[in-house]
């Protein structure tokens, strides 16, 4: 009777550990599942302020103000030999036709200095623009058109609100002649504020109201191309030579080490080795396109060759035996078979590590493409920037209307990325097949 008695408080008590042990096991992962839901919690929270900063400041960037002038296109004034050409218009006085549209709407000002003020409500480039519009608009000489034009970027940084007019006029930098221009302007409805066409069509520029990233993007595109164009084959026979036709032996081995080790070299250091041996010892050209493009291809190279490997190797075997046992080559096999199966993995590395390169800049200021450059480039060999880069020296210029292009610039710049990965992601998921 004692030993049944023995025998059932023995099983109470392990009945009551194995309880106790799976309660504290149930409390551990519950606590492990809120840490990890924490964690997620304060890396999208970061990801949310982040997000938060940069389109509160970068939304503002994408507008700015404008002036309406009426402007008459005197023939005489504008193109005196009456050509329609460039060459003829470039003895037109466009910048005094636009100064006396500015002049009739303010009630022509007297005086030398009140003019002068005037003038620096509008920005420098307004001549500019205006000669554009007659090359595109030849037909509308000798009419008076409504056109707009951009104001100076002291006068937009008054305008939002940034520059007080409390503030003592020796202290700011819009005079209080021009807060009463611009208060005569904003009465007669002649200001506007509207998406910017200078910040998407505009090239770089000293005034900050004509800045633009056109000539960036476009440098962007053409260095990019390059880099896919010598990246993505070269990786790819990488791959399939490494996993599919050479020998397991000491020498692949040191190859193989040697790409994972490049994939965590710092992306400088290929600045670096792009700057002494593409410029240096072969003598080409700095700030262009070409040298930018081969120098990234080199830096993404063991991304495209590490993750197309990885598709290669999750292509079942089954697949290469089947088409061997009914008489293909090893070629064959892998070129009618292998590639297509473990294209979508490959297409997928391949974007990110061209997404990865776009946002780089240490190596492409290593290079020189951190060059003032106001032409728009037209191909690889023409000097241009990229938009890591603009955004960096924009982000350096002391003007304020720099900070909101600037934000802009980077709001593009992540719209492109992030349409570059959701590509990837769209890929992956339209052509991978599941074994």
């Not at 023995?10 to 550990?17: G, M």
């Not at 890396?43 to 404008?66: E, N, R």
């Not at 008076?144 to 002291?154: K, P, S």
Request: hydrophobic fraction near 50%; charged fraction near 20%.
């Amino acid at each position: 009777m004692s030993d049944r008695i023995t025998f059932v408080l023995s099983a109470e008590r392990a009945a009551k550990r194995v309880a106790e042990s799976i309660s504290l096991r149930r409390r551990k992962e519950n606590r492990f599942l809120f840490l990890g839901k924490f964690a997620v919690a304060v890396a999208l929270g970061f990801l949310v302020l982040l997000f938060a900063g940069i389109l509160s400041k970068g939304i503002p960037g994408l507008f700015q103000h404008y002036v309406t002038l009426n402007v008459q296109l005197d023939a005489e004034r504008l193109d005196p030999s009456g050509q329609r050409t460039i060459e003829s218009l470039a003895d037109g006085d466009f910048d005094g036709v636009v100064r006396d549209a500015l002049y009739e709407v303010l009630g022509d000002p007297t005086g030398r200095k009140a003019k002068r003020q005037a003038r620096k409500l509008i920005s420098s480039g307004s001549g500019q623009r205006l000669m554009h519009h007659v090359l595109d608009n030849p037909d509308q000489m000798g009419s008076t058109v409504a056109l707009q034009f951009a104001v100076d970027d002291d006068v937009d940084t008054f305008l939002r609100g940034l520059i007080s007019r409390d503030t003592p006029e020796a202290d700011r930098r819009v005079s209080d002649q021009m807060i009463s221009f611009v208060d005569l302007l904003e009465a007669r409805g002649r200001i506007s504020y509207e998406i910017s066409d200078y910040l998407f069509f505009g090239s770089a520029s000293r005034d900050a109201e004509m800045a633009g990233i056109r000539g960036a993007l476009v440098g962007s595109i053409l260095t990019l191309l390059v880099c896919i164009g010598i990246a993505f084959p070269l990786g790819v026979a990488t791959a399939v030579y490494l996993e599919e036709m050479a020998p397991k032996n000491r020498f692949t081995e040191i190859i193989e080490i040697n790409i994972n080790n490049l994939a965590a070299v710092p992306s400088v250091v290929f600045g670096i080795m792009g700057l002494a041996i593409f410029i240096v010892i072969f003598g080409m050209p700095r700030s262009i396109p070409l040298v930018g493009g081969i120098v990234l291809a080199l830096m993404t190279l063991p991304t495209i060759i590490i993750s197309s490997r990885a598709s290669i190797r999750a292509v079942p075997p089954s697949i290469r035996d089947a088409a061997l046992g009914v008489g293909a080559s090893k070629m064959q096999t892998i070129t009618h078979h292998v590639l297509p199966l473990a294209m979508p993995g490959m297409l997928t590395g391949t974007i990110i590590g061209m997404a990865q390169a776009l946002g780089e800049t240490a190596p492409l200021l290593m290079i020189g493409m951190v060059a003032f450059i106001v032409d728009v480039p037209s191909g690889v060999t023409d000097p241009g920037t990229v938009l890591p880069v603009q955004i960096f020296m924009w982000a350096d210029f002391a003007e304020r209307m720099f900070i909101q292009k600037t934000s802009a610039a980077i709001i593009v710049l992540l719209a492109f990325l992030i349409s570059m990965n959701a590509t990837a992601i769209l890929l992956r998921k339209k052509l991978e097949r599941r074994w």
